[in-house]
T-cell receptor, first 113, second 114 residues
Framework: SQQGEEDPQALSIQEGENATMNCSYK?????LQWYRQNSGRGLVHLIL?????REKHSGRLRVTLDTSKKSSSLLITASRAADTASYFC?????????????FGQGTRLTINP | DSGVTQTPKHLITATGQRVTLRCSPR?????VYWYQQSLDQGLQFLIQ???????AKGNILERFSAQQFPDLHSELNLSSLELGDSALYFC?????????????FGPGTRLLVL
């Protein structure tokens, strides 16, 4: 089963609006990462937030982490058409004695011009 | 461009066949990961190598195998292919393979099994 679950599965907004995506996970983590994937292409790393951090910013991106609720959110402000993509959260999980990243199912974001 | 290269970009083959996917990590990265992305299963971790040694195994089928060579490139071998193996296969690399490392993804190989 997936460690991270994104919500919503799909989101469609107008250009210029803010987009918020959420991720919930099941077990304790050391860090959580967000990735973007343009249609049919490889994933691109956006931001990493550590378990002892509550908020992190990178340009128009703002990520929050609430370890008590086992959830994170990704906010994209002033959205642009180029932000149209799928967004995945990834959490580290201990598997067979090694740490690995487990990806959620993703949120498909569409920015309408 | 992430610096990770994958070949081929597209592959069309028949059931029962065997294919090899190739990945070259970013310069300096020692760890390579393989993922399978399909519509119904999402992005699934298959296997990780670090400096030539297997480090972690995920949902990799016994029909699949991988290795990392001394020059750090990696190959994913898929055999006795089934229709359900049709998917995008991604390779990613990171410097040392730790969980706090950013993974850099290649453009993927799109496999279609007919």
């Amino acid at each position: 089963s997936q460690q991270g679950e994104e919500d919503p599965q799909a989101l469609s907004i107008q250009e210029g609006e803010n987009a918020t995506m959420n991720c919930s996970y099941k077990t304790s983590i050391n860090n959580l990462q967000w990735y973007r994937q343009n249609s049919g292409r490889g994933l691109v790393h956006l931001i990493l937030i550590r378990s002892n951090e509550r908020e992190k910013h990178s340009g128009r991106l703002r990520v929050t982490l609430d370890t008590s609720k086992k959830s994170s959110s990704l906010l994209i402000t002033a959205s642009r058409a180029a932000d149209t993509a799928s967004y995945f959260c990834a959490t580290d999980a201990l598997y067979q004695g090694a740490q690995k990243l487990v990806f959620g199912q993703g949120t498909r974001l569409t920015i309408n011009p | 461009d992430s610096g990770v290269t994958q070949t081929p970009k597209h592959l069309i083959t028949a059931t029962g066949q065997r294919v090899t996917l190739r990945c070259s990590p970013r310069s300096g990265d020692l760890s390579v990961y393989w993922y399978q992305q399909s519509l119904d299963q999402g992005l699934q971790f298959l296997i990780q190598y670090y400096n030539g040694e297997e480090r972690a195994k995920g949902n990799i089928l016994e029909r699949f195998s991988a290795q990392q060579f001394p020059d750090l490139h990696s190959e994913l071998n898929l055999s006795s292919l089934e229709l359900g193996d049709s998917a995008l296969y991604f390779c990613a690399s990171s410097v040392t393979g730790g969980p706090q490392q950013t993974q850099y993804f290649g453009p993927g190989t799109r496999l279609l099994v007919l």
